[in-house]
């Protein structure tokens, strides 16, 4: 959606290093929004993000206006469901509806080979994942990591949103992150503990509020009592009124 940083520029030199071709698309979709949502105050920095686009060799920018992707009064959409109500998709209800109807369309018009996301929406990941298999879209969906600031904190847009005061706040939920990985490290394997434990450090700002704090099958991201198979630690948190998402995706286990 624009008001890139280096997270998104990891995507764009992972299809680079991928593909003879790489097309990026910037589209702030505003059926992914709720009503009370930050569509309007969204960052939007075209300018600057096509400079960016340009220094790393991308080959075309696709930038639509609301009114060519959603034509007149459009009725049709996207439904993944079951995948679609959980984590961010029942703290925001049709947020996902709108995502998944966006990135066909996208796929339908660009008709990609692979198509390059960030692990840091996971939740989105899983659904994109599912509508692609499902709908039997021709292209392979490349999922690369997160991308960090130097002191933990996950990179993204709505970053700027905060304040001094907040930015420091935001770091718990790397912290809390840590927290769980450090569990695993030391064989433990119960999700009950390491979101006892996650839990305890982000009650620990107790001026950032929690959404969900949840260890989840990170394709079906229903939750999970044992960490032993792959599993995802995922968090949502307002810090102010700005809402931020952060995740750690463990491995499965020898047994």
Same mark, same amino acid.
């Given at each position: 959606?624009? $008001?890139?940083?280096? *997270?998104?520029?990891?995507?764009?030199?992972?299809?680079? $290093?991928?593909?003879?071709?790489?097309?990026v698309?910037?589209?702030?979709?505003?059926?992914?929004?709720?009503?009370?949502e930050?569509?309007?105050k969204?960052?939007?920095?075209?300018?600057?993000?096509c400079?960016?686009?340009?220094?790393?060799?991308?080959? !075309?920018?696709?930038?639509?206006?609301?009114?060519?992707?959603?034509?007149?009064?459009?009725?049709?959409?996207?439904d993944?469901? *079951?995948?679609?109500?959980?984590?961010?998709?029942?703290?925001?209800?049709g947020?996902f509806?709108?995502?998944?109807?966006?990135?066909?369309?996208?796929?339908?018009?660009?008709?990609?080979?692979?198509?390059?996301?960030?692990?840091?929406?996971?939740?989105?990941?899983?659904?994109l994942k599912?509508?692609?298999r499902?709908?039997?879209?021709?292209?392979d969906?490349?999922?690369?990591?997160?991308? &960090?600031?130097?002191?933990?904190?996950?990179?993204?847009? &709505?970053?700027?949103? !905060?304040?001094a005061?907040?930015?420091?706040q935001?770091?718990v939920?790397?912290?809390?992150?840590r927290?769980?990985?450090?569990l695993?490290?030391?064989?433990?394997?119960?999700?009950?503990?390491?979101?006892?434990a996650? $839990? $305890?450090?982000?009650?620990?700002?107790?001026?950032?509020?929690?959404d969900?704090?949840?260890?989840?099958?990170?394709?079906?991201?229903?939750?999970v009592?044992?960490?032993?198979d792959?599993?995802?630690?995922?968090?949502?948190?307002?810090?102010?009124?700005?809402?931020?998402?952060?995740?750690?995706? !463990?491995?499965? &286990?020898?047994?």
């Amino acid at each position: 959606m624009g $008001a890139l940083h280096e *997270g998104h520029l990891s995507l764009v030199r992972a299809a680079r $290093a991928a593909c003879d071709a790489v097309v990026v698309s910037i589209f702030v979709n505003p059926t992914q929004f709720g009503p009370n949502e930050d569509f309007a105050k969204y960052p939007r920095t075209f300018g600057e993000d096509c400079a960016a686009l340009e220094r790393e060799g991308v080959h !075309l920018v696709f930038a639509p206006a609301a009114e060519e992707m959603y034509l007149g009064s459009a009725s049709t959409y996207v439904d993944v469901e *079951g995948v679609s109500e959980r984590l961010d998709g029942a703290s925001r209800p049709g947020h996902f509806r709108g995502v998944a109807t966006v990135v066909a369309k996208l796929f339908n018009i660009v008709q990609p080979d692979k198509a390059f996301f960030g692990q840091k929406d996971a939740a989105q990941v899983a659904v994109l994942k599912k509508m692609v298999r499902e709908l039997n879209f021709g292209l392979d969906l490349v999922v690369c990591p997160i991308v &960090r600031e130097p002191d933990g904190l996950a990179m993204s847009s &709505r970053n700027r949103y !905060l304040s001094a005061g907040e930015r420091a706040q935001a770091l718990v939920l790397s912290r809390a992150l840590r927290e769980a990985e450090q569990l695993v490290k030391e064989h433990v394997t119960s999700a009950r503990e390491l979101l006892a434990a996650a $839990a $305890a450090v982000m009650a620990g700002e107790p001026g950032v509020r929690v959404d969900y704090l949840r260890v989840v099958n990170p394709d079906t991201l229903e939750d999970v009592a044992d960490v032993r198979d792959s599993a995802l630690v995922a968090v949502a948190a307002f810090v102010g009124t700005t809402r931020l998402i952060d995740n750690l995706l !463990l491995p499965a &286990r020898q047994r």
